[in-house]
């Protein structure tokens, strides 16, 4: 089963239907908070100053807030960054990085900028990752294996006591990235205690982000949690001068703003499950995700809910033939979504139409 070098798209005529709700990428629906907006403000005006070499201060910061010592902790360009220094560092040409599919588009990019060859293995029919597949799928060539819990795009969830038999039964020379971008957005489940498993599995890495519940997406910053010898290695592979000033004080600043911040996680987690309720209720089978976003799944129209989305001017993350990620946007938004996808709605999209993903979408030619 191949990936594509990179997300496919079609030749097609203009858009006809202007975009009115973008929710495509999973970004947040609020901008930075404004004690985070004036330590931006006050980051630019020193903007002809170059950042620390590396970003030490940042990674004190981010060590500190998650109670660990910086020497178990990475920062970078966003996750997908500091993925990559993990890459460059541990695979190669004639290396193997085994990952579900779908799942982060980045994750066989990533791969094959180093040289290694991406081993998709094929989602579960309700979506989740099959680990018992995953792990048949390592060998001698593998250096990389890649879990994502939430899932994206479907939004399941690895159960604590599933991962810690997966890392038991990996080899201890396959690093396991397990990436949390979405871990914010998770409710009524119990999570897996990271540092603790990071402690007993020096094979294991944690990516984190600030771009989804903080709402940083724009500004590139994401971390890793490991132990001390894996983390090392990854910051061999650090850009110097790679994470700006700006980023520094944003993050720093949602730091110290936590309980705003959780309270926006609060709304944006409301808003999902009323729009999962009420898609539920339309006949749509919406599973219990846990990010930021719906996922809406063949066998159910999803071809058919892509285009009228694009109709109505709701920008989606359309996977043809698959299904549709919608990410969960203000109440609006969320609305407009509704209204689209009322099977009245739906059905009359279909027929010539085509695929959302065949118009132009620019949330299509973007990784998320």
């Given amino acids: 089963m191949e990936t594509p070098a990179r997300p496919v798209d079609t030749p097609v005529p203009p858009v006809e239907t202007p975009v009115l709700h ?13 004690s985070v907006r004036g330590a931006m403000r006050r980051a630019a005006a020193r903007a002809h100053r170059y950042p620390q070499f590396y970003p030490d201060d940042l990674t004190e910061a981010v060590a500190a807030w998650c109670g660990v010592g910086p020497e178990q902790v990475a920062v970078g360009s966003g996750s997908v960054g500091v993925a990559l220094q993990l890459l460059r560092a541990a695979a190669g040409p004639g290396d193997t990085v085994v990952h ?5 588009d980045a994750y066989p990019l990533l791969a094959r900028m180093t040289g290694a060859r991406s081993v998709p293995v094929p989602l579960t029919a309700d979506g989740h990752q099959d680990l018992d597949g995953l792990l048949a799928a390592i060998d001698q060539r593998t250096r990389v294996v890649v879990l994502c819990s939430p899932h994206n795009p479907t939004g399941s969830l690895v159960p604590p006591g599933a991962l810690r038999e997966f890392l038991h039964r990996v080899p201890r020379h396959v690093i396991v990235v397990l990436d949390e971008a979405y871990v914010e957005f998770a409710r009524g489940v119990r999570l897996p205690d990271v540092i603790a498993l990071s402690a007993a599995h020096p094979n294991l890495l944690v990516l984190r982000t600030f771009s989804k519940a903080y709402g940083l997406a724009a500004l590139r910053v ?31 600043a949602s730091l110290r703003a936590g309980d705003e911040l959780r309270a926006r996680v609060e709304r944006i987690v409301a808003e999902r499950d009323r729009l999962r309720d009420e898609l539920a209720g339309l006949g749509w089978r919406v599973g219990a995700g846990h990010a930021n976003s719906v996922w809406l799944a063949a066998p159910d129209p999803v071809d058919r809910a892509a285009a009228a989305l694009a109709a109505a001017g709701v920008q989606a993350r359309h996977y043809p033939g698959e299904g549709v990620r919608l990410t969960v946007g203000g109440r609006a938004a969320n609305d407009a979504v509704l209204a689209a996808l009322s099977h009245g709605a739906a059905l009359s999209h279909a027929g010539d139409r085509g695929h959302a993903g065949d118009r132009g979408h620019a949330g299509d030619r973007q990784l998320v």
Avoid: D, K, M
């Fill in 222 to 252: 994401g971390y890793g949690l490991g132990g001390a010898e894996l983390v090392a290695r990854i910051r061999e592979q650090q850009l110097p001068f790679g994470v700006n000033a700006v980023a520094t004080a944003a993050v720093r």
């Fill in 100 to 104: 579900a599919w779908r799942t982060f």
């Fill in 22 to 34: 973008r929710l495509a990428l999973n970004e947040s629906p609020y901008p930075p908070l404004r």
